[in-house]
Each structure stands twice: as structure tokens, then as C-alpha cells.
């Protein structure tokens, strides 16, 4: 009986080939990748002058892009058909969180700005950019995605009630032209 196990009398060379590239791929024992965590990101809005973020928040949806495509059924082709590219399509982005004096303080200000610059006479809108970065359990950054023409859609508050003893939960909807 063998001392110790030797893949080489258990397993077939494929297998240990296969196993070997495996191991050669993977990171060192003990270390592992640096993996987004959900609860870790921060959202950064570049036409805020000196505070440049909207503030923490605790939620952020709709980050997806879609790649829209045109089938095309071709005669004798009768296994599958030609896709040709259409365009592509950004999600909405949502942002949610409780609200709090100085952050929400921030969104407020941006949206005048964005009003003010909409509405003033022959004003345009003014599409800003705006930065959502994702963090590791240690802080460090793991990816970042930078969104052009970013545009504000809708802002909403929950609704008050004397009844409940809820937090306040402020929703903001963006629009943007995309981030790749």
C-alpha cells in the first residue's frame, strides 16, 4: 500500500493534465480574488464642483447593458439564422437610501442645477457624467464604471405617516447614454 496518494496510479494523464492547468491558473493557496462586495460601492457625480458624490447609498440597480440584435432568416439556411447587431441599451440606474440631512442635501443641490440649467431660456440640458465604484471587503477597488450623459429622471420620497414608525427612503432614477 502506497504512503502517499500519487495521482499517477489513481488518475488517467488527462485528468492530471487537466487538474495541473487548473492549479497553474488558480491564485496561490491562501489567497483569494478580491471580490466585489454589493454593500461596498460609492456613486460620484463630476458636475458637483467641491463635494463631488451624492453621498452613500443603499441601494444602486439597473446597472446592465443590452446588446440588441435583428434576426435574419436566410433562405437554404434552416439550422439558425444571422444575427446583425441593432444597437446597444443601458438600464435605468435606481439609487436608493434613508434619508439624512447632508446627503440628501446634495442630491437637492444637484437637481437645482440641472433645473436651473434646464430651464433657463435657451438653456440646454446639461448631461453630466457620473462614477460607480465597487469595493472589496478591504476597501480596495474592484471596478469601476464611469457613465456619460447621465441625466436625472425621477427623484421620489416614501410617503409620511403619522401611523409608522418607518425611515424616510429617498429613490433616485437616472438615465444615462452609457458606460462601455
Not at 443590452?66 to 437554404?76: M, S
Not at 439550422?79 to 442630491?107: F, H, N, W
Request: proline share 6%; with cysteine.
Amino acid at each position: 500500500m502506497p504512503t502517499s496518494l500519487d495521482p499517477q496510479q489513481y488518475l488517467s494523464p488527462t485528468l492530471i493534465g487537466g487538474a495541473a492547468s487548473m492549479l497553474a491558473q488558480a491564485p496561490p493557496m491562501g489567497k483569494y480574488p478580491a471580490f466585489g462586495m454589493t454593500m461596498r460601492f460609492r456613486v460620484t457625480v463630476y458636475a458637483l464642483a467641491a463635494k463631488n458624490d451624492l453621498g452613500h447609498w443603499s441601494s444602486c440597480k439597473g446597472l446592465k447593458v443590452n446588446f440588441v440584435t435583428t434576426p435574419v432568416k436566410e433562405g437554404a439556411q434552416y439550422t439558425s439564422a444571422t444575427y446583425l447587431p441593432e444597437r446597444v441599451e443601458y438600464g435605468k440606474i435606481t439609487l436608493e437610501r434613508a434619508m439624512c440631512r447632508s446627503d440628501s442635501q446634495k442630491v437637492v443641490d444637484w437637481l437645482q442645477a440641472v433645473q436651473t440649467n434646464w430651464m433657463t431660456p435657451g438653456g440646454t440640458l446639461k448631461l453630466n457624467d457620473m462614477k460607480i465604484t465597487l469595493f472589496d471587503a478591504v476597501g480596495e477597488e474592484v471596478m469601476t464604471w464611469t457613465l456619460t450623459g447621465v441625466c436625472p429622471v425621477s427623484w421620489s420620497c416614501s410617503p409620511f405617516s403619522s401611523k409608522g414608525t418607518d425611515i424616510a427612503v429617498e429613490t433616485l432614477e437616472l438615465q444615462h447614454e452609457g458606460f462601455l
